[in-house]
């Protein structure tokens, strides 16, 4: 009998004369017999990109030391020599990741990222109530040299840093916020940093207050949207991963 694959982690391009989506791929994050060309955590392949699933706990890239060498990057790489990194998530940090496929790729995203063209949007669930349903954090953040790798917010010296929020689910009993995080710009930890500013950290965010999940001892923050246009055919595409959490 086939499997049906399922809907958690798919790429979409939206059809402009229908409110509904044509898949472009799909990717089960609980069953990796479903991977694309037998890789798992892959989730979109084509001659100029690659998009993958990021599972929390492993590096992005390589870091300084032999036990910091395994990271996604590495992973891909070694089936797609090509692949070269665009961006990247906190090692704690789950979900999509975009690769380039050469190095006129990889200045194209890298230009996209830059200049804004790319949407992002996480997941996150953060401690207490918010006090309204949508909002934004506006708050400069800078390195916080002494206490590497963390960062602060430092209104006079801090880099000006946006990030958008939205309440998708308040838990009374938990007395947790499932939310969507856009991060306008793109400094290091700052869903983090903005969230635990205004009071509400990251549930696992042993660097930032956040308290530990009951049921999970992770960073519950996702990367669970990423949309562009792509840079050969011009069409619009849009990947969706939903987290375990």
Same mark, same amino acid.
């Given at each position: 009998?086939?499997?049906?694959?399922?809907?958690? %982690?798919?790429?979409?391009? !939206? %059809?402009?004369?229908?409110?509904?989506?044509?898949?472009?791929?799909?990717?089960?994050?609980?069953? &990796?017999?479903?991977?694309?060309?037998?890789?798992?955590? &892959?989730?979109?392949?084509?001659?100029?990109?690659?998009?993958?699933?990021?599972?929390?706990?492993?590096?992005?890239?390589?870091?300084?030391?032999?036990?910091?060498?395994?990271?996604?990057?590495?992973?891909?790489?070694?089936?797609?020599?090509?692949?070269?990194v665009v961006h990247r998530l906190d090692m704690a940090t789950s979900g999509l990741m975009l690769f380039a496929r050469g190095?006129n790729m990889q200045r194209h995203f890298s230009r996209i990222f830059r200049e804004r063209e790319v949407q992002k949007r996480?997941?996150?669930?953060?401690?207490?109530? &918010?006090?309204?349903?949508?909002?934004?954090?506006?708050?400069?953040?800078?390195?916080?040299?002494? %206490?590497? !790798?963390?960062?602060?917010?430092?209104?006079?010296?801090?880099? !000006?840093?946006?990030?958008?929020?939205?309440?998708?689910?308040?838990?009374?009993?938990?007395?947790?916020?499932?939310?969507?995080?856009?991060?306008?710009?793109?400094?290091?930890?700052?869903?983090?940093?903005?969230?635990?500013?205004?009071g509400h950290p990251v549930l696992g965010d042993t660097l930032y207050g956040g308290m530990t999940d009951a049921n999970s001892?992770? &960073?519950?923050?996702?990367?669970?949207?990423?949309?562009?246009?792509?840079? /050969?055919?011009?069409?619009?595409?849009?990947? /969706?991963?939903?987290?375990?959490?």
């Amino acid at each position: 009998m086939a499997m049906k694959p399922s809907r958690r %982690n798919q790429a979409t391009k !939206p %059809n402009h004369n229908s409110c509904k989506a044509a898949v472009l791929g799909l990717f089960n994050t609980l069953n &990796l017999r479903l991977p694309v060309n037998n890789f798992p955590g &892959l989730i979109y392949q084509d001659d100029a990109m690659l998009v993958a699933i990021k599972p929390a706990g492993l590096l992005s890239v390589t870091g300084r030391g032999a036990d910091k060498q395994d990271c996604l990057a590495t992973r891909i790489q070694q089936k797609f020599p090509d692949a070269l990194v665009v961006h990247r998530l906190d090692m704690a940090t789950s979900g999509l990741m975009l690769f380039a496929r050469g190095a006129n790729m990889q200045r194209h995203f890298s230009r996209i990222f830059r200049e804004r063209e790319v949407q992002k949007r996480y997941i996150a669930v953060v401690a207490g109530a &918010l006090d309204s349903a949508a909002g934004e954090v506006d708050l400069p953040i800078v390195a916080d040299w002494p %206490n590497r !790798p963390l960062r602060k917010i430092d209104i006079k010296s801090g880099k !000006p840093s946006l990030t958008r929020y939205r309440l998708l689910e308040y838990d009374d009993v938990a007395h947790t916020s499932r939310v969507e995080l856009e991060p306008v710009t793109g400094r290091t930890h700052q869903l983090r940093v903005h969230m635990s500013g205004i009071g509400h950290p990251v549930l696992g965010d042993t660097l930032y207050g956040g308290m530990t999940d009951a049921n999970s001892s992770r &960073l519950l923050l996702h990367s669970s949207m990423l949309a562009f246009v792509h840079p /050969v055919s011009r069409e619009p595409l849009k990947f /969706v991963s939903v987290p375990l959490f």
